[in-house]
């Protein structure tokens, strides 16, 4: 039974292993996003106020 119970945390250990990974790489991207997204409504908002003040 000991023997059993022993691959079975080494399962859970590496499931968790992966959800941390897949949760680095989920929060990774949407940072990234979030950067490319707030670098896109800067240069917007620069063209629109350049173009107001003309």
Do not use: P, T
């Not at 023997?3 to 499931?15: A, E, G, H, P």
């Not at 897949?22 to 940072?31: A, K, R």
């Amino acid at each position: 039974v000991s023997k059993k119970n022993s691959q079975k945390q080494r399962n859970v250990s590496i499931l968790s292993c992966f959800i941390g990974v897949h949760d680095i790489l989920v929060l990774s991207q949407l940072v990234s996003s979030a950067f490319y997204l707030g670098y896109i409504l800067d240069f917007y908002m620069l063209k629109l106020i350049h173009h107001i003040r003309k």
